[in-house]
């Protein structure tokens, strides 16, 4: 029987170490206390956003979500954007994530989807009220403003 003992395994200069499908390559997390609120009925930005850049075309990405927030008798809905374009599917008609009147949660969700190349990208976080009357805040906890966080992290796993 033999014995193979190393400390690391390192790709030659100019290429990329292969793992096998399902392995994490690269993990990035972002956390931010900062209240957020909007009386908008597009998205707006929850003061959450990752600059990220696969390392292999053929990954797939895991983005990981919590949302702290507060709703006074609107729909708010929430969701992830990418490059600024909302990419989960969540609309007025009712599909994703909604939530209906006021209200305090901690709301967790997440979105996998093809790397497709090794471009950088910006994923963020991001919610909107249905009626511009009302007003949705991220970062919410009771009464206490900027007290909890929202929290986004990104996987790469080889595909």
Not at 4 to 16: C, H, M, R, S
Not at 32 to 50: E, K, M, Q
Not at 52 to 73: D, R, W
Not at 87 to 109: D, H, K, P, R, Y
Request: charged share 10%.
């Amino acid at each position: 029987m033999s014995t193979l003992t190393v400390k690391g395994i390192e790709a030659p200069t100019g290429f990329d170490l292969d793992m096998p499908a399902g392995h994490s390559v690269q993990v990035v997390a972002f956390d931010t206390p900062t209240r957020t609120t909007t009386s908008s009925t597009s998205y707006v930005t929850a003061n959450t956003g990752i600059s990220f850049t696969p390392k292999f075309a053929s990954s797939k990405i895991l983005i990981q979500c919590t949302m702290n927030a507060k709703v006074s008798s609107a729909h708010a809905f929430m969701s992830i954007a990418k490059d600024g374009t909302e990419v989960t599917g969540v609309s007025n008609n009712g599909e994703g994530l909604a939530i209906i009147g006021t209200v305090f949660l901690n709301q967790n969700f997440q979105w996998i989807e093809d790397s497709v190349n090794t471009n950088a990208r910006t994923y963020s976080l991001v919610f909107k009220v249905s009626n511009s009357s009302h007003t949705a805040y991220s970062s919410w906890s009771g009464t206490a403003a900027n007290s909890t966080q929202n929290r986004m992290i990104i996987t790469e796993v080889s595909g």
